[in-house]
Nanobody
Framework: QVQLVESGGGLVQAGGSLRLSCAASGRTFSSLAMGWFRQAPGNEREFVAAISTSGGSAYYADSVKGRFTISRDNTKNTVYLQMNSLRPEDTAVYYC??????????????????WGQGTQVTVSS
């Protein structure tokens, strides 16, 4: 079992920045690839970013590439999402998730088997 708790969401003006954190407990954190997803009202949950177990590889959705950075600190069992140049269309509930190692891909929610409760990010224009 893995427990995930996100924090750091809030209200920010367009062009601003936020850093989301996701604290993990349970299974050995360093053995898990991690991802961030988001879901806006009426939309499906969509991939934002993922990071390998060591942090050496990162993957991003085209919509956030160059603006968002995923990172992790295995000594603190925490994964981060630094979000810069925020846009109103980034408004959503953001979820962190632990990757299921049975899958080789990273962009589908079905490839993750543990989820946090989500944190709201609202970007005003």
């Amino acid at each position: 079992q893995v427990q995930l708790v996100e924090s750091g969401g809030g209200l920010v003006q367009a062009g601003g920045s936020l850093r989301l954190s996701c604290a993990a407990s349970g299974r050995t954190f360093s053995s898990l690839a991690m991802g961030w997803f988001r879901q806006a009202p009426g939309n499906e949950r969509e991939f934002v970013a993922a990071i390998s177990t060591s942090g050496g590889s990162a993957y991003y959705a085209d919509s956030v590439k160059g603006r968002f950075t995923i990172s992790r600190d295995n000594t603190k069992n925490t994964v981060y999402l630094q979000m810069n140049s925020l846009r109103p269309e980034d408004t959503a509930v953001y979820y962190c998730a632990a990757h299921n190692p049975r899958y080789s891909g990273y962009v589908s929610p079905i490839q993750y088997n543990y989820w946090g409760q989500g944190t709201q990010v609202t970007v005003s224009s």
